[in-house]
Each structure stands twice: as C-alpha cells, then as structure tokens.
C-alpha cells in the first residue's frame, strides 16, 4: 500500500508542476526554485508532514521537500543550531558532485557524445 | 492545431504523472532500505535516502536513459532529487563539449546548484524570519 501511494502522492506533484511549467513556459530551474519555495512556505501548515506520512518518498524525494528541509534546519539556524543546515549543504554538495562525476564518467563512455 | 496542442499537454502531464509516480516507488524501496539499514528512528535516514535518489539519478544517466526519460517524463524527471544531479551532469557535459576542462565543467555544475539553492534557500530564509520574528511570537 505504501508503494502505491508513494506512485499516487509522487506523481500528483509531478503532473502538478508540469501543468505550471506548461502554463507558465518557465525553465526546470525556475520551476525548482519554486517548488523549493513553496515548500518552504508550506512547511509550518502540517501540510508537508501530512504529505510525507502519506505517501512516504512520494513527497520526501521531492523538491517540494527539499524546500520545507531548507525551512526547517534555517528555523533551527536562527535558534542557535546550524547542524541540520550544515547538514542539508553537504547533501547538496554531494549531488552536485554525483553530477559532476555523471558528467565525467559519460564522458569517457560516449567521447563522441555531446550533452543532451 | 489548438486541439493538438492542448492533447500533447495533457499527453505531457499524464507521462510526468506516471514517471514520478514510477521514481517515487523507487525512492520508496530505497527509504525502506535506508531504514533498514540505520534503524527508522535514525536522523540519517532521509539523508542517505536522497543520496542512493541521486546515485540512481547517476546509474540512469550513464547509458544514456535518463536523458531518454527526461524527453517522456518531463517534469516527472526533473522533481525527484535525481534531477538536480543529472541536471548538474548536463551542465557540466555543456560546458566541457567544446574542449572546455574539468575544473569548467565543474563550476557550471555548481553555479547551477548554486543558482537553484541559493535562490531557494533566500525565499526559505524570508519566510523562516517572518515565521520566527513574526508568526510565532504572536501566537
């Protein structure tokens, strides 16, 4: 059951944003950074937590969750703890660096290959 | 043709529905792997969740699928963490195609991770002062 509302919740976002990004004609980053907003601003309404107990990593996976984790560990920052920050920018790093070496790997696996 | 257009967008959304949808099973395996392996109570959890999201996100990019996926899927691709790591491997195949070097391609991996965070954890910030400063003193 939870695989299935984990399909359900995921891809309802997913249709969600894509309608906006077809309405709206802005560029994946622009539609990541609000979603990382919108998160944020949604995080102290109990919406996120109720999505997150519903559909597990249909929502935890998300941008969207990404968003109300960045609200989340800067609350605690202004309360005198930087951990969950400092927490959340070394994940951040880290996908850019699993990016990075992506790039590089299929560099060497494709050389004749340009970026997609 | 506008009956056309309007098919190809709702064609557009119901694929980034089922894609998400698809990944969002994925990460649900991995998150119960996560658990498993660090216990459920663990902080850790959802950290090292959306790091295995983000080695998927590399294991699709290598051969070439999660280019094809992103073509389907749309956004479907682009919002689960994945995304953000394959954006960032984009950026830095664009940036080295011209004979650029390593260390170009990994700074236009970041600045991109930098843009889209940076910006996200400004507007974050925003609403964290006013909730902080604002909200909860009031109530």
């Known amino acids: 059951m939870e695989f299935v509302l984990a399909f359900i919740v995921g891809g309802c976002l997913c249709g969600l944003f894509q309608i906006v990004m077809t309405i709206t004609k802005l560029h994946p980053p622009e539609m990541l950074i609000i979603g990382l907003a919108i998160g944020a601003a949604l995080l102290p309404t109990g919406i996120l937590a109720w999505l997150e107990a519903t559909g597990g990593a249909g929502m935890s996976i998300m941008v969207l969750d990404a968003g109300g984790a960045i609200m989340g560990s800067l609350m605690s920052l202004l309360h005198g703890d930087p951990s969950s920050f400092a927490m959340l920018l070394g994940i951040f790093a880290l996908l850019a660096l699993i990016g990075i070496c992506a790039g590089a790997l299929y560099q060497k696996i494709h050389p004749a290959g340009k970026a997609e | ?139």
């Open chain 2, 1 to 139: 043709m506008e009956a056309n257009k309007v098919s190809g967008a709702v064609k557009a959304v119901v694929l980034a529905f089922v894609v998400g949808g698809c990944f969002s099973v994925v990460g649900q395996l991995l998150l119960m792997a996560s658990a498993a392996l660090l216990g459920s109570d663990s902080a850790l959890v959802g950290p090292l969740t959306l790091v295995l999201v983000g080695l998927l996100g590399l294991l699709l990019f290598l051969p070439g699928w999660y280019q094809k996926l992103m073509n389907v899927g749309g956004f479907g691709t682009i919002m689960p963490f994945c995304g953000l790591a394959c954006a960032c491997a984009g950026e830095y195949l664009q940036a080295t195609a011209e004979g650029g070097s390593v260390g170009k391609g990994a700074w236009a991996a970041f600045k991109l991770l930098i843009y889209v965070a940076g910006v996200g954890i400004v507007f974050a910030l925003c609403f964290a002062l006013i909730y902080v400063f604002a909200v909860t003193p009031a109530v």
